[in-house]
């Protein structure tokens, strides 16, 4: 018994381990940071109002705070689920139909919202959470009679909705939800009207308390070339 008992004394006098790994790190992260007056407003309208739309070009990082701070009240237990959608119009030519199960086939296009998210959260984080249904990917075809409750929505490349679709998308919303609209509406690739500008107008005309947050090419912060390319387009009405 003595030895015994001598034995726990070591085991329990051993120092502790003060060393930080790689996965307190991940826990820890420092908040967004905005790199433009822009993206603070973005932020600061993220943080005050359950729902926010966002418009601008591209590089501007309305894809990307959006992911980001998916992952964080993800990670942070602030919300239920992460819930991410977009209308499935080819920007040009279509590559024809993709394989696999409706998750599968609308994965290449919310690739940049879930990269976001990977990116913030770590790979093995998000395919868990995507697993148990902590993020769902939810193709427009199966959201009609949804009700979505305690969670973030993102409805990314909004411009490309049909004023039906839009629609249909506001009014899946419930309880304890915010909803972040994204989108470019000079890049629309509808033939009709898109129904992010219908939104947009019924917004302001009512005065509804809903912020419209609206980037311009000054704040691309992707890269110089992106933003030129974005000007040269512009100004020549391409």
């Known amino acids: ?55 601008g070009p591209a590089g501007t990082g309305k894809t990307f705070i959006a992911g980001t701070r998916a992952a964080d009240q993800l990670r942070q237990r602030r919300i239920a689920k992460v819930v991410i959608t977009r209308p499935n119009v080819p920007s040009g030519r279509s590559l024809g139909f993709f394989p696999g199960t409706l998750e599968d086939k609308i994965a290449p296009w919310v690739a940049p919202l879930t990269e976001a998210m990977k990116e913030r ?3 093995a984080a998000f395919e868990i959470a995507l697993k148990t249904g902590d993020i769902e990917i939810v193709p427009f075809e199966v959201m009609r009679g949804r009700t979505f409750k305690n969670c973030l929505v993102i409805l990314d490349e909004a411009q490309n909705t049909t004023t039906a679709e839009i629609k249909m998308f506001l009014t899946r919303i419930g309880d304890d939800c915010q909803v972040i609209i994204n989108g470019d509406v000079s890049q629309t690739d509808l033939r009709e009207t898109s129904g992010l500008r219908t939104v947009i107008h019924l917004v302001k005309s009512r005065m509804m308390p809903i912020p419209v947050v609206e980037f311009t090419r000054d704040d691309i912060v992707r890269s110089g ?12 009405n391409l």
């Open 1 to 55: 018994m003595k030895r015994r008992r001598a034995r726990l004394e070591l085991v329990e006098d051993r120092p502790v381990r003060l060393h930080r790994t790689r996965f307190d790190e991940e826990r820890h992260l420092s908040p967004i940071q905005p790199l433009t007056e822009r993206q603070g407003q973005y932020l600061e309208a993220l943080a005050s109002h359950a729902q926010v739309i966002v418009l």
């Open 121 to 123: 959260m770590g790979q």
């Open 225 to 236: 070339i992106c933003a030129e390319w974005v000007k040269a387009f512009e100004e020549t």
